[in-house]
Each structure stands twice: as C-alpha cells, then as structure tokens.
C-alpha cells in the first residue's frame, strides 16, 4: 500500500523556520522524482521544489528560491523542506508527491500558518 505521510506543518511566526518531512512506504522510493506543492486559501495548487530520484538535481519555484531547501534521504524513504524566513504568503496545505512516468503519488497534505 502506497504511503506519502507528511508532517512538520504548524503555526510560525513571520520570519520564522520550519522543516517538512514525507515519509514514504510502498513503493520504491528512490525511483521516484519528490516535489512539494502547496496550495493557499482560494488558491490553485503550486509547485513549490523538486528533486531527481538520486537527490542530484533540484529546482524551485520564484517565489521560494533562497528561502527554500528540499533534500532527499534514500536510506530513510523521506523527502524534507527546509523553509525559512516564512511570509504570511506560504500559508497553505503543502503536499507531497511523488512521480515517475505513468505513476504519481500524493500524501494527504499539512498545514503551514505564518501568522502573527
């Protein structure tokens, strides 16, 4: 049975740092591409980062590069998000996925509050 589990979501003040974790069971894990998604009240869902399978390649979206870091840890099957100097702007539910051709895999998502 496939399983994203996200966690490390919370309320953070602005300026504030979290770290997200998926972990990941049923499937190969480091077969996959892992990318986070967020989506924002009345908000489409977003890419936020990617990472190859290998964790050898990342890429980000605009508003999140230098303040974001996704990294990969093969051994444990968990893909991590970095995230610091938080704005009101990153709260959303982020997700976490996971793709390779003809297959893709969501978690159920975990809420990110940035909030004073």
């Known amino acids: 049975q496939v399983q994203l589990v996200e966690s490390g979501g919370g309320l953070v003040q602005p300026g504030g740092s979290l770290r997200l974790s998926c972990a990941a069971s049923g499937f190969t894990f480091s077969s996959y591409a892992m990318s986070w998604y967020r989506q924002g009240p009345g908000k489409e869902r977003e890419l936020v980062a990617a990472?190859?399978?290998?964790?050898?390649?990342?890429n980000y979206a605009d508003s999140v590069k230098g303040r974001f870091t996704i990294s990969r840890d093969n051994a444990k099957n968990t893909v991590y998000l970095q995230m610091h100097s938080l704005k009101s702007e990153d709260t959303a539910v982020y997700y976490c996925?996971?793709?390779?051709?003809?297959?893709?895999?969501w978690g159920k998502g975990t809420l990110v509050t940035v909030s004073s």
């Open positions: 996925n996971a793709k390779r051709p003809l297959m893709k895999y």
């Open positions: 990472i190859t399978s290998a964790g050898g390649s990342t």
